[in-house]
């Protein structure tokens, strides 16, 4: 799900920068004005995809006991559980965020898409549950659940926040103003509810999909630094280079312990 | 005539009964007397007890090793989930009831040694009259146990280093061995030979003295003795502040240099 | 008395340490005799200073009513002596018995001594019966002069008594410190033993105390023969003689708490724990009935001279200032009464936030209580001077700038003890205590300088007419009798502090009590104590007066002499 | 009106009544202040009573003015309401007086400890004799200070702090779970009146260490020498006295 | 005699309307000062906060002082810029007037003391320039903090049907998931709370409202739910009112409620248990025989003097009501406590809390299902003095008599003696003591019962009328980690049973009386016997 999310957020993003034409990529060391700029850089940029996956067996998600909110847990046929590692068919490994941490010029500017990310809290889990926002950038949250739930998120280098929506139907609409990777969004009256979003400044970055692919596409030319970042294993960081419009692999694999 | 005579009387008394009733208004704090245990015949064992807590605490110099640190056992808190000394200490050494094991333990430490420890517990009897040794295990046994010493068990008191409590505040007490000056009876007196050997006499645990004049001189011993940890002896790191540090405090001062001189004579 | 002795070092060689007095135990016992005969001791060592000092001023002043009224006292004193010594007697016996190797330590130390006290004790015996059966003998001219130094011998004899006896109890407070109870007694230097820490400050204290304690009984003496009177010149000589004694109680006791604090200090000095026991420890408590006790004694002193300024014709010139002495007065005792630490419930402990008051907390402290009493004695002795004045006119040229440079020299006074109490909020302790000094030197130095003016104002003074003896409301009388019983009863509180910080050691931290009585017991059971004594010693006091007044009738003539000035 | 308030009973009627509602209320309602103890009260209306009578009785002329208006409450027959009214008043109060005393209502005991008990002379501490007369604090003389306190700020807020609290006052968190209440060291009347060697007496030995006249309440202060050693008991000595701004007492130098 | 009765009143009149004008002068003085605005001087504030602040809050404001690891809460870390305490909305700054309010008057319910007294207004100002240097949020001066506009509180507040609507939306929008269906803290959603550090967290106790951080009033609980409280669990609820789901006055409503759940004031301490004469013993916590019986507050604190010590206490006090009979006595103890543990959900909060404090143990122990447990403590016998056995447990020498109530067997106390606290001696099953116990939302009621007089009179204290018995009391949450000597503790306070009044009570006043008439009818006939006299000879 959260995959599909991505790609209609990200076809949007590619129909909204193509729809504005395509120039030729203007030299990177002295940038135009930021908006036309990083258009045109996102056009004409490098794409890279790459599969994630992990060694060993995953554990186990906990199932969660929602007998205490009997709206919730009528959504589900089978014990819910939680969504620390989600795995697909020979050990993909989704719900990575993977991002260019480094390697993007200086002082280049991205605009921040008009359409907003959208966070549901339904049946008494978050949906995505892990998600990229850019600076800027409207996240709405929504509640689709009869039942209180609090939107918590615990953040550094942005102004946490903490409010609350016991009503089905209420939405809050929330933008961060640094980049920070991740921001936790929490639930504290349903303990087991956790999501994340990696705030950025920058378009490039994704959440692996059920297979643990991803595509990062309209990158500039240049050296970059890739991070993947998961919930429970920790990091990974690669270096690709990207000459024009090529499209570069870079596959990461974590160790499950 | 008599009704100033009863005037007066009566504003006499009167102040008397006023002075007599504010004074004892205001609060009545009797100053008591510290207790001085001397252990005789009739001792309670809550006596015992509380004259070996002061033991412990105190002048047994206990506390130097058991309850700090790692080596030796804590005997008055929950040791590894055991409970403290007084209810451990029946199942410890097979066919030793609780007060029997802990005289041993005191006495003769190295006859049985808890796995996991050093034999480097001093025998306390060479430091203490056995009446402190009694007090001692009424004491432990009273960590969770019950107190079985009883005055029977206590050897007749002789002489007056008999009396078990250090005196009160001030004063201060005849010294170790009662203020002689000979160098034996000092060692003895203090227990040196608990740890350490001084020709065929004495323990294992600390340095061999038999031959220490050779190695420092009068003045390094002195202060070994006054500050047992500034320096110590190659091969005992781990025994460091196992010597107890209040010599400089019970010796006198022509003692301590008997002492001193008779160590540095022993090349 | 050697037949004491004897007994004495019988019962120091057995080998019981402790032995029990029936029914009300060895400390009451101990407690009682010690305290009587203490009792009688200042009134056989106070009177006699009294009674040479009004010798000498029926001798110089060549005022006949002094004369006999020394007279009058050395008889009392006759009958007072054997008393004090049946007393001593039996406190002797009774130390000696109940507690023997206490007494054998004692005796092993100061037995050299003992006997030096017993034979003074017998050259002022003799001494004493010179004086009074050659009173009438020697009456004119030199031999009067040498029957008045035998007074004074009576006088050293006393005191050196007193100073022999003073060693001992001090040795037991604050024996010199290179003493531990190993120490052998038979080593112990004697004179090194007598001068111990507090023995001067002890023997200093004890003379003062004596004078006003003599003046004190003197007074109540006159004050029962002034309502048992029955015609107006016998009351108006015992108003006079009760003036006297008032007189001279007042003024010892004025230097009194100088000399009790050089003796706190010392103690301080000598060991701090005892000197905390005693302020701070359990004995605090102690302090506030003695403040009690003291304020007691100033209101009543000063009542009595304002009373008795109704019969000085030219009183009524300084009667507007008395109510405000009276303020000062009152509001030091409040002050002085203050306790630090108060009585309160929980719901009062909660409201102030501590057993402190937050704000009167500030007047529980040394700054306050120095300042208090300091004002206090200012007061006091204002009193007196306006007493003194009260029926003359000066007729010096400088009168006027004389009264004002006294006026100056009070109010100097009276802001250096303000100034240095209030600072004293202000510094740290050590200073504080430092303080002290300059407040009591304030108040001593005002008092000399113009005791000293007001002496070289008055002469020649014109009179403003006679005082009218006699005319003396009764009430004036029983504030005499308080302040008799309070003098008495303060001593016995002060005995009581003074042995009580000694706690479970009949030597200081040297020889240990190990009766069942060696707990010091609380204040209420010492008022008991006290009280019961003071009773004791007060029938025995009027017994010997009504045996005096048997003897031989009141010395009391009817003055036909010029109006007396002042006294 | 004005003979009244010139009459001497009616002054010292006035006055009595005055200084009662100034203890009672005025004095607690001063700043920093707070409500007199009963005890206090009676003794201070104890002392001006007796200032009140030597002033109504030291002249003649005011003495018998004084005695004018109760005498005549006893003798006048047109005072007979006043006088019967008088009697009642007084029964009724010296039975209610008598009542209070008599009736059975238990009190918790007063709360009578000496806050500053007697130090013996000499302590031990872990097995170490520690003379404490004439004691200082050993660190001040061991060359900078700030390091010392600075260690004596980190035990003091690592163990000190429920009780005795951030300002030092006595009043932290935990305070008003005890009694008696935690020491006050910004009060004048603890740490500033005491020498180094008390307050180290005092840490080490703590509630269960205080001589008897000192425990009736059963101070809660912990007996520190469990937990922290003796250097570390002197630098919390320094703290108290730097974060305080008192000097500690010093020890009287006596003249060789 | 009317006109002397109201020159005596003029009198005082006037002399307290000059004592008042001169109280005026004085408390005026300062006054007219306007508080100036005074330049934040950070240096100054540096200054002070290294003396006063840095203890807690650490040197470099990262709330890691040397007695953080004492506290839960723990002590704000200020580089995050996060508080709790706001007029702003979530997710803002508060105003400089918010941290200024936590300044003076401190966090209640937490170590944080108020400064007023302490420090000078220039100097709170300086610290909480300081303060703020901590954080780079400040350094952006473009956004300024805004409060939110508050209405003020609907009238009828305490009205029946007022709290009936409060109570309708207290449950609806979810407060009773973390603060319980009755307030007390035990929402099924308590044991999962943490903060944004991690450290564990209660939710507030609803009927303690004197322990709200930030205030116990009606204005303060409505403010923390406009704004939230942040970094805690505790969300800001605005956007329901911006929404429309809630209106302002129901939200009020809310406030009111929850104010409602406290007392008016809070428990003032006295220290005697006044237990009165009943003719029946009620043995059941709820007996509504135990309605018309006064009820006594006594505050527990943690038991910080002996090792191992316990900084955290979560049962905050006891309420305690007795009665007794001619021959018993039951004890009703009340207190609060979030859960009936033992309760495994609350494993992961108990190693919560024994992460975030500091033990004496070197080594941390392991979370485990202790049960809530809860001694009476007496003293072996009635004390005649002042003097009383160390409160904390006894002590060898001098044992105490201790009633000991677990959770884990509701219907008996074990009796025992109690010799230091770590030793307790029970007295064997015929000394027990039984306890009737029930837990209800967030409360433990345990009713213990015992004859008056006792078989073995040298260990089991015989409780006497008119006497003050001492009386303690220690408690242990388990779901908070606590056994062993890791506990709430108080000091001594008093019992004291009614006693028949006996009959001098009421002959001595009567006779005082009539002693009293006779001699003032003696004085009286007298002084007229004696004026007659004289006018008889006139």
């Known amino acids: 799900m959260t995959g599909r999310i991505f790609n209609v957020v990200g076809a949007m993003f590619l129909l909204t920068v193509c729809s504005k034409g395509s120039q030729s990529n203007a030299a990177p060391a002295a940038p135009p004005p930021a908006p036309a700029a990083a258009s045109d850089l996102a056009a004409a940029g490098g794409t890279i995809t790459g599969k994630i996956k992990f060694t060993g067996t995953a554990p186990r998600n906990p199932a969660i006991d929602m007998s205490e909110e009997a709206a919730c847990k009528a959504k589900y046929t089978t014990t819910p559980t939680e969504e620390n590692v989600v795995a697909g068919p020979a050990n993909a490994l989704a719900n990575v965020f993977v991002y260019v941490k480094s390697g993007l010029p200086a002082g280049q500017t991205f605009p921040a898409p008009a359409t907003p990310v959208v966070l549901d809290q339904n049946g008494c889990r978050y949906h995505p549950h892990i998600l990229g926002v850019m600076v800027g950038q409207n996240l709405e949250i929504k509640n689709s659940d009869p039942v209180l739930h609090n939107i918590k998120a615990i953040a550094k280098k942005n102004r946490p926040f903490n409010v609350s929506q016991p009503n089905a139907g209420m939405t809050k609409t929330v933008t961060f103003s640094q980049p920070e990777v991740m921001v936790n969004l929490e639930c504290n009256v349903h303990g087991w509810m956790h999501a994340y979003a990696g705030v950025r400044s920058d378009p490039f970055f994704a959440v692996s999909q059920q297979d643990g692919s991803f595509t990062i596409s309209g990158l500039p030319p240049g050296t970059y630094t890739i991070e993947a970042w998961h919930e429970k294993f920790g990091t990974q960081t690669a270096t690709v280079t990207i000459a024009g419009t090529e499209s570069k692999t870079a596959n990461f694999t974590f160790a499950a312990h | 005539m008599w009704a100033t005579n009863l005037r007066i009387i009566g504003i006499v008394l009167g102040t008397l009964a006023l002075y007599t009733l504010i004074a004892n208004k205001i609060p009545q704090v009797q100053s008591e007397v510290p207790h001085a245990l001397t252990l005789g015949a009739n001792v309670t064992p809550e006596q015992l007890v509380a004259a070996g807590d002061q033991l412990y605490h105190g002048a047994g110099g206990c506390t130097a090793c058991h309850g700090l640190g790692t080596r030796a056992p804590n005997l008055l808190t929950d040791e590894k989930g055991l409970g403290p000394i007084g209810a451990r200490c029946g199942k410890r050494e097979a066919g030793k009831d609780c007060k029997a094991y802990l005289y041993e333990s005191l006495t003769s430490p190295r006859a049985y040694v808890v796995s996991g420890y050093e034999p480097i517990m001093p025998e306390m009897g060479r430091i203490l009259s056995p009446q402190q040794i009694w007090a001692l295990v009424a004491f432990l046994e009273s960590q969770s146990g019950t107190v079985d010493v009883t005055a029977s068990d206590i050897p007749a008191a002789s002489g007056p280093a008999a009396s078990a409590a250090p005196a009160?505040?001030?004063?201060?007490?005849?010294?170790?061995?009662?203020?002689?000056?000979?160098?034996?009876?000092?060692?003895?007196?203090?227990?040196?030979?608990?740890?350490?050997?001084?020709?065929?006499?004495?323990?294992?645990?600390?340095?061999?003295?038999?031959?220490?004049?050779?190695?420092?001189?009068?003045?390094?011993?002195?202060?070994?003795?006054?500050?047992?940890?500034?320096?110590?002896?190659?091969?005992?790191?781990?025994?460091?502040?196992?010597?107890?540090?209040?010599?400089?405090?019970?010796?006198?001062?022509?003692?301590?240099?008997?002492?001193?001189?008779?160590?540095?004579?022993?090349? | 008395m050697a037949h004491v002795f004897a007994l004495v070092q019988a019962a120091a060689d057995s080998a019981a340490a402790y032995r029990d007095f029936p029914v009300i135990g060895s400390r009451a016992a101990i407690w009682i005799a010690a305290e009587i005969h203490l009792m009688f001791a200042a009134f056989v060592l106070g009177v006699p200073i009294f009674a040479v000092v009004a010798e000498a001023i029926g001798i110089f002043g060549k005022d006949q009513r002094y004369d006999r009224l020394a007279k009058e006292f050395t008889r009392l004193l006759l009958i007072a002596y054997s008393a004090t010594a049946i007393w001593g007697a039996v406190f002797v016996f009774l130390l000696s018995t109940l507690y023997p190797r206490f007494w054998a330590y004692l005796t092993a130390i100061f037995g050299v001594s003992m006997w030096v006290y017993v034979s003074i004790f017998f050259f002022e015996s003799f001494t004493l019966y010179l004086y009074y059966y050659g009173w009438d003998r020697w009456k004119q001219g030199r031999a009067k002069i040498v029957h008045w130094c035998l007074g004074i011998l009576l006088n050293i004899w006393g005191t050196a008594v007193m100073f022999i006896a003073d060693s001992w109890l001090t040795y037991m407070m604050t024996p010199p410190r290179d003493i531990t109870p190993e120490t052998s007694p038979a080593s112990i230097k004697l004179w090194h033993a007598i001068l111990n820490h507090t023995w001067m400050p002890i023997n200093i204290h004890r003379l003062i105390g004596n004078v006003v304690f003599g003046g004190a009984i003197v007074g109540a003496y006159a004050s029962y023969r002034f309502l048992a009177a029955k015609t107006d010149e016998e009351r108006a000589h015992y108003d006079w003689m009760g003036y006297v004694g008032n007189f001279i109680a007042i003024s010892a006791l004025i230097v009194l708490p100088f000399a009790g604090y050089w003796l706190g200090r010392e103690i301080y000095q000598y060991d701090q724990s005892m000197g905390i026991t005693m302020m701070g420890g359990f004995m605090s408590w102690l302090w506030v009935i003695q403040a009690f006790l003291i304020a007691v004694l100033f209101l009543a002193g000063n009542y009595y001279l304002w009373v008795g300024m109704g019969r000085i014709p030219g009183a009524e010139r300084f009667r507007p200032y008395t109510k405000w002495l009276l303020v000062v007065l009152v509001l030091g005792a409040l002050v002085w009464g203050t306790p630090h630490t108060m009585i309160a419930d929980s719901r009062e402990l909660a409201a102030m936030g501590g057993s402190h008051h937050p704000l009167l907390g500030a007047l529980g402290v040394m700054s306050a209580k120095n300042t208090a009493v300091n004002l206090m004695i200012l007061s006091t002795f204002l009193s007196f001077l306006l007493y003194r004045r009260a029926n003359i006119r000066q007729v010096v040229p400088w009168a006027k700038t004389g009264t004002r440079i006294q006026a100056a020299m009070f109010v100097i006074a009276a802001g250096v003890v303000l100034f240095f109490g209030i600072r004293g909020y202000f510094v740290e302790a050590i200073v504080r205590i430092g303080y002290s000094v300059y407040q009591v030197g304030a108040v001593l130095a005002c008092i000399v300088f113009v005791t000293v003016i007001d002496v070289l104002m008055a002469r020649g003074a014109q009179s403003l007419g006679a005082i009218q003896w006699g005319k003396m409301p009764p009430r004036s009388q029983y504030a005499l009798f308080i302040l008799a019983v309070t003098f008495t009863w303060l001593m016995g509180l002060m005995g009581f502090a003074r042995s009580g910080i000694r706690q479970h050691w009949h030597v200081w931290q040297v020889m240990q009590d190990t009766t069942p009585y060696a707990a010091t017991p609380a204040l209420g059971y010492a008022a008991i104590m006290i009280s019961t004594c003071v009773l004791i010693f007060l029938s025995l006091v009027g017994f010997i007066f009504w045996l005096g007044g048997l003897a031989e009738k009141s010395t009391f003539v009817p003055s036909t002499e010029a109006p007396h000035v002042g006294h | 009106m004005r003979a009244y308030l010139r009459h001497p009973f009616w002054q010292a009627v006035g006055l009595f009544v005055l200084a009662y509602l100034v203890i009672v209320f005025?004095?607690?309602?001063?700043?920093?202040?707070?409500?007199?103890?009963?005890?206090?009260?009676?003794?201070?209306?104890?002392?001006?009573?007796?200032?009140?009578?030597?002033?109504?009785?030291?002249?003649?002329?005011?003495?018998?003015?004084?005695?004018?208006?109760?005498?005549?409450?006893?003798?006048?027959?047109?005072?007979?309401?006043?006088?019967?009214?008088?009697?009642?008043?007084?029964?009724?109060?010296?039975?209610?007086?008598?009542?209070?005393?008599?009736?059975?209502?238990?009190?918790?005991?007063?709360?009578?400890?000496?806050?500053?008990?007697?130090?013996?002379s000499q302590i031990t501490f872990r097995g170490k004799t520690i003379t404490l007369v004439g004691l200082e604090n050993p660190l001040r003389k061991q060359g900078e200070l700030a390091p010392h306190v600075a260690e004596g700020r980190r035990i003091y807020y690592q163990n000190c702090v429920p009780c005795h609290g951030d300002h030092l006052d006595g009043q932290g968190h935990f305070a008003s779970g005890f009694n008696p209440l935690p020491a006050n060291f910004q009060d004048n009347g603890t740490i500033a009146q005491l020498t180094e060697s008390f307050v180290f007496w005092r840490i080490a030995k703590g509630g269960p260490g205080l001589p008897r006249e000192g425990t009736p309440w059963n101070s809660a202060m912990p007996a520190w020498e469990d937990f922290l050693t003796e250097d570390e008991i002197w630098s919390v000595v320094l703290f108290l006295y730097d974060q305080t701004g008192w000097k500690p007492r010093t020890w009287e130098v006596t003249a060789k | 005699m009317r006109g002397r009765g109201t020159g005596e009143g003029g009198r005082v009149m006037r002399a307290s309307v000059a004592i008042a004008a001169l109280f005026v002068f004085v408390f005026a003085l300062p006054v007219p000062l306007p508080a100036s605005p005074f330049p934040q001087d950070t240096s100054a504030g540096k200054a002070v906060y290294q003396k006063w602040c840095a203890g807690c809050h650490g040197d470099n404001g990262a709330g890691d002082g040397p007695g953080a690891k004492h506290m839960i809460p723990p002590p704000r870390d200020f580089t995050g810029a996060i508080y709790q305490i706001r007029s702003t909305p979530s997710g803002q700054l508060p105003t400089d007037a918010d941290l200024l309010r936590s300044i003076d008057e401190g966090l209640f319910g937490t170590a944080m003391p108020g400064w007023k007294t302490r420090l000078s207004d220039r100097q709170r100002r300086d610290v909480l320039a300081y303060i703020k240097t901590f954080s780079s949020f400040f350094a952006d001066t473009t956004q300024r903090p805004q409060p939110i506009a508050y209405g003020s509180a609907p009238g009828g507040g305490g009205g029946a049907e007022a709290l009936k609507v409060g109570r309708q939306f207290y449950d609806s929008i979810g407060c009773r998931k973390c603060h319980g269906d009755q307030g007390r803290g035990d929402g099924p959603s308590a044991p999962t709370l943490k903060d944004d550090a991690g450290h564990p967290i209660f939710a507030a106790n609803l009927h303690e409202n004197w322990r709200f951080n930030g205030g116990g009033t009606v204005e303060d609980i409505y403010h923390r739910l406009r704004t939230g409280l942040d970094g805690t669990p505790m969300p800001s609820f605005s956007d329901l009112l911006e929404q429309k789901f809630l209106t302002d006055e129901?939200?009020?409503?809310?406030?009111?409620?929850?104010?409602?759940?406290?007392?008016?004031?809070?428990?003032?301490?006295?220290?005697?248990?006044?237990?009165?004469?009943?003719?029946?013993?009620?043995?059941?916590?709820?007996?509504?025989?135990?309605?018309?019986?006064?009820?006594?507050?006594?505050?527990?604190?943690?038991?910080?003097?002996?090792?191992?010590?316990?900084?955290?206490?979560?049962?905050?006090?006891?309420?305690?009501?007795?009665?007794?009979?001619?021959?018993?006595?039951?004890?009703?103890?009340?207190?609060?406590?979030?859960?009936?543990?033992?309760?495994?959900?609350?494993?992961?909060?108990?190693?919560?809390?024994?992460?975030?404090?500091?033990?004496?143990?070197?080594?941390?122990?392991?979370?485990?299902?202790w049960p809530d447990q809860l001694a009476v403590q007496f003293p072996v016998t009635i004390p005649s003095g002042m003097e009383r056995p160390y409160f904390l447990m006894g002590s060898a020498g001098a044992p105490v008599y201790q009633w000991r109530w677990s959770s884990s067997s509701r219907t008996a106390a074990v009796a025992g003696l109690a010799r230091g606290i770590d030793r307790f001696d029970p007295l064997g099953a015929a000394a027990g003591i039984p306890t009737q116990a029930v837990y209800d939302h967030g409360q433990w009621r345990v009713v213990f019962t015992r004859a008056l007089a006792s078989a073995d009179t040298a260990s089991q204290l015989p409780f006497r009328s008119g006497r003050a018995i001492p009386v303690a009391f220690f408690a242990w949450d388990g779901s908070n980690g606590e056994h062993g000597t890791r506990m709430a503790i108080s000091t001594w306070y008093f019992l004291a049973l009614d006693e028949p009044v006996p009959a001098r009570v009421f002959i001595s006043p009567v006779l005082a009386m009539v002693l009293t008439l006779g001699l003032g009818m003696l004085v009286v006939w007298r002084a007229q016997q004696k004026t007659s006299y004289r006018k008889g000879r006139q």
């Open chain 5, 250 to 369: 129901q939200l009020w409503r809310v406030a009111q409620y929850v104010r409602s759940l406290s007392p008016q004031e809070p428990p003032v301490v006295r220290d005697v248990v006044h237990v009165p004469l009943a003719k029946r013993l009620p043995h059941s916590p709820d007996d509504s025989a135990w309605t018309a019986v006064d009820v006594y507050w006594f505050p527990l604190v943690g038991q910080i003097i002996h090792k191992e010590r316990w900084f955290a206490p979560a049962v905050t006090g006891v309420w305690v009501k007795a009665v007794h009979t001619a021959d018993s006595i039951a004890l009703r103890v009340t207190w609060d406590d979030r859960s009936a543990s033992p309760d495994t959900s609350w494993l992961p909060f108990i190693g919560r809390v024994l992460n975030t404090l500091d033990s004496d143990d070197s080594t941390r122990e392991q979370p485990a299902p």
């Open chain 4, 26 to 120: 005025v004095i607690p309602m001063l700043p920093g202040s707070a409500m007199v103890p009963s005890s206090v009260v009676l003794q201070y209306m104890a002392t001006v009573l007796v200032g009140i009578l030597i002033w109504v009785s030291d002249d003649e002329a005011r003495w018998t003015t004084f005695k004018e208006p109760l005498h005549e409450v006893l003798i006048q027959p047109r005072l007979k309401l006043v006088r019967n009214g008088l009697l009642a008043a007084v029964t009724l109060v010296v039975g209610c007086l008598t009542y209070s005393q008599v009736k059975a209502s238990v009190a918790a005991p007063p709360n009578l400890r000496s806050i500053h008990p007697a130090p013996p």
């Open chain 2, 168 to 267: 009160a505040s001030g004063g201060g007490g005849p010294g170790i061995a009662g203020g002689s000056t000979e160098p034996m009876t000092i060692i003895r007196g203090a227990g040196c030979t608990g740890c350490h050997k001084v020709g065929t006499e004495g323990g294992a645990i600390g340095p061999n003295l038999t031959h220490v004049g050779s190695r420092l001189s009068a003045a390094l011993i002195r202060e070994c003795i006054l500050k047992p940890d500034t320096r110590v002896a190659k091969g005992y790191e781990k025994f460091v502040g196992v010597m107890p540090k209040m010599f400089g405090n019970q010796l006198t001062g022509a003692q301590l240099e008997a002492l001193v001189q008779f160590l540095s004579s022993q090349k």
